[in-house]
């Protein structure tokens, strides 16, 4: 039974016993009355609360949500890139309701065709566009896959230390906090013995080591290779020729770390280092795979060919959860990692594989890496022109829909953190006005300085809609600076 303290909302929910609700007649209910029960039986622990006021919304549709009063919010974030097909998209939603008719579940430890199905797409993908043989393990979020790939890592390497990379986000489970930079979510939780060793990423808009791309000959990767020039680094025993690292897990594109782009060439020689090394190489593409980037995985823009790659979030088009890992058949042949290896209750369930499915023959069906490149590319040059309008924008850059837009002071370089926040709370107000409509714009704010707009639109966009994007964020950055 939940105790509100609010009369009026007692009142409207006709209680019978003073101060007590047995049942919430949600159609009484306005949203600020929600708010007060949220801020009462809600935990504060996941990420609503970082909005000012926590924000309802009732329908979506392709690239828009819709608030309670029926305005539109362009949506340029997509649910973290987890809604690549366009929200409310009959390709998916059709065949997941016929599952939901047919065999809606069925525990893990049975078959189901379209877990069979889904599994061999996606290794014939790899197989295809990365030239590598492996198989496909089910999880059921983005870290749970990334827990699954350390535990192969360890029973691969007998390694528990990894390499990551600052800026680097991986979840916040416990095994996935311990590879994700951020010490702020490991601060509260104890001590996590098997913490990574955190390297710089090349984000060259901001050298760590104050360098220019133009002239740095990859200056960072090489700084990566000298801790195994001798032994006295504490990481490489030449002797033995033995690392302390089990693996590298890695973005392509850094994600939550604003997406960074790497310089051309940057992760064919951090390859060359790990292989020479025996360190594994883990593609954590929970958020640049399924074309957000062009490429079914981020890593195929790369002349390299990871061990190990990590899936989720877009998979099942933010549907069902599913997430999984391919590796390669050396370290996941069933004689290396047999029958209970790792598992979860939920795992290729059967509504997240018929999901799963339906999205790869959509990516099938149609040229998505033409039309990602070729979108990509215009809404690249839109925000090329509107850097040119206000110097608050340090720098833009992308790669095919995964677009970044940094928000600065007006000495277009010194981070602008309030600036950023101002445009993410703007646009969540849905007071914009343009074409004579009111319209919100959904936006993410990312990177080290908090101050990166991280872009990823569906994938369905249109080109009318790109430019309305532009529309609107150049109202949004006027009203905010
Ligand atoms: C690159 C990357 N890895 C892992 C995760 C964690 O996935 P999940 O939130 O589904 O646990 C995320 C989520 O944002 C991510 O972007």
Redesign the pocket.
């Known amino acids: 039974m939940v105790n509100v303290n609010s009369a009026s909302i007692r009142a409207k929910l006709k209680d019978s016993k003073q101060g007590s609700i047995n049942s919430l007649n949600l159609e009484n209910l306005s949203e600020e009355d929600l708010l007060k029960i949220e801020n009462e039986v809600c935990s504060y622990g996941d990420t609503v609360h970082y909005a000012e006021k926590p924000k309802f919304f009732k329908t979506c549709k392709d690239s828009y949500l819709y608030d309670t009063n029926d305005t539109p919010y362009l949506d340029l974030q997509m649910w973290?890139s987890a809604v690549n097909l366009g929200y409310n998209n009959k390709a998916i939603n059709e065949p997941l309701k016929q599952q939901i008719d047919t065999l809606p579940q069925l525990a893990c430890q049975y078959l189901h065709k379209e877990k069979v199905s889904l599994a061999y797409m996606l290794a014939k993908g790899v197989e295809r566009n990365l030239g590598t043989k492996g198989r496909i393990h089910f999880n059921v979020?983005?870290?749970?896959a990334?827990e699954d790939a350390l535990k192969l890592v360890r029973k691969s390497t007998g390694k528990s230390r990894m390499l990551a990379y600052e800026g680097g986000?991986?979840?916040?489970?416990l095994g996935?906090s311990a590879i994700t930079s951020s010490y702020r979510y490991r601060e509260n939780y104890g001590e996590f013995g098997d913490r990574a060793e955190f390297l710089p990423y090349p984000y060259c808009f901001r050298c760590p080591y104050g360098k220019k791309v133009e002239t740095c000959e990859l200056y960072c990767v090489k700084q990566i290779e000298r801790k195994f020039e001798h032994e006295y680094t504490g990481a490489w025993n030449p002797k033995s020729k033995k690392s302390e690292f089990g693996a590298f897990f890695f973005?392509v594109i850094q994600?939550?770390g604003g997406y960074v782009i790497p310089p051309r060439g940057y992760f064919e020689y951090l390859a060359k280092i790990c292989r020479e090394h025996s360190i594994l190489l883990v593609d954590?593409e929970?958020?640049?795979g399924f074309f957000r980037t062009g490429k079914l995985f981020a890593v195929e823009h790369e002349n390299i060919k990871p061990d190990i790659i990590?899936f989720?979030?877009a998979l099942t088009n933010g549907l069902n959860p599913l997430?999984g890992i391919w590796a390669k058949e050396e370290f996941i042949s069933p004689d290396k990692f047999g029958p209970g290896s790792t598992h979860s209750t939920f795992s290729s369930n059967s509504l997240g594989t018929a999901a799963g499915l339906a999205v790869m023959k959509e990516f099938e069906a149609h040229d998505y890496e033409s039309m990602v490149m070729e979108k990509g590319r215009y809404f690249l040059t839109r925000l090329k022109d509107l850097q040119k309008r206000h110097k608050q924008i340090g720098d833009v850059d992308g790669l095919g829909l995964a677009l970044r837009m940094e928000m600065c002071q007006s000495d277009s370089f010194t981070p602008d953190r309030q600036l950023a926040d101002k445009m993410f709370q703007l646009g969540l107000e849905g007071n914009l006005q343009t074409n004579g409509k009111k319209m919100g714009l959904i936006l993410d704010i990312g990177g080290y300085y908090k101050n990166v707009v991280t872009l990823a639109p569906s994938l369905n966009i249109t080109y009318q809609e790109i430019d309305l994007a532009i529309d609107l964020l150049d109202i949004l950055i006027t009203k905010s600076k």
């Open positions: 973290y979020g983005g870290a749970q990334v986000y991986h979840g916040r489970t996935a973005e994600g939550t954590d929970i958020q640049m990590v989720g979030k997430s």
